[in-house]
């Protein structure tokens, strides 16, 4: 079974502080981490994604993300926010069984910039 | 950039009544998957469709579900009978192959509220 925890319902950080949006997971296998973000009315867009190459991953937007399994950690940091950045984020882990791949969210962290 | 594109944005039904929500794929791709988002609650995986069938199911796919490919670019969800519990937003995903890193792309969604 795998599973993602989003330590996080809601952050906020002022416009140009750093940004962590953390994330715990658990796998049976070496897994695939994924974060997704969600602007309002819109669908759900890839950021970055690990897949067993460097555990530092590095996304769109200057999202990136690092894999540490001794933590089983994949949190989401951003040297400086920008108002943009307002949007629900979403860690997901995968597990693909023939081809098919299946994702489990996490329940997802609301991201606000204050001005 | 090419786009899943997901058709109505918004449909009102009443309980009892079928809908049928629309997705089209990104033209290339093999596997198509839809996910549910209950307003305040995680993305959950609904079913994957490779090769004219589904590849995978989850619990929540009961008889009252349905998908189907009904020509080359279309893939539909039909609920057969409407829940006020169906009540949410469906996102359709596609991906190019299965065995390669390619992520998912997920159209913008479908709110369905059903009444």
């Known amino acids: 079974a795998q599973s993602v925890t989003q330590l996080d319902s809601h952050v906020s950080v002022s416009e140009g502080t750093p940004v962590l949006l953390r994330c715990n997971y658990s796998?049976?296998?070496?897994?695939?981490l994924f974060w997704y973000v969600q602007h309002p009315n819109k669908g759900l867009q890839l950021l970055l994604k690990?897949?067993?190459?460097?555990?530092l991953v590095k996304g769109i937007n200057g999202f990136e993300a690092e894999f540490k399994k001794s933590e089983t950690s994949f949190h989401l940091t951003k040297p400086s926010a920008h108002m943009s950045d307002a949007a629900e984020y979403f860690c997901?882990?995968?597990?693909?069984?023939?081809?098919?791949?299946?994702?489990?969210f996490g329940t997802g962290t609301r991201l606000t910039i204050i001005p | 950039e090419p786009e899943v594109t997901q058709t109505p944005s918004h449909q009102v039904t009443q309980m009892g009544q079928e809908v049928i929500l629309r997705c089209v794929p990104i033209s290339n791709h093999l596997y198509f998957y839809w996910y549910r988002q209950i307003l305040g609650q995680k993305v959950e995986f609904l079913v994957s469709?490779?090769?004219?069938?589904?590849?995978?199911k989850s619990e929540i796919f009961d008889d009252q579900f349905s998908v189907e490919r009904p020509d080359g670019s279309n893939f539909t969800l039909k609920i057969r009978s409407t829940k006020l519990e169906d009540s949410a937003m469906y996102f359709c995903a596609s991906k190019r192959q299965g065995t390669d890193n390619s992520p998912l792309h997920f159209g913008n969604g479908t709110r369905l509220t059903v009444t």
């Open positions: 690990y897949t067993s190459a460097a555990t």
């Open positions: 796998s049976s296998y070496s897994p695939s």
């Open positions: 469709f490779y090769n004219n069938e589904i590849s995978e």
């Open positions: 997901v882990v995968s597990h693909s069984n023939f081809g098919n791949e299946k994702l489990t």
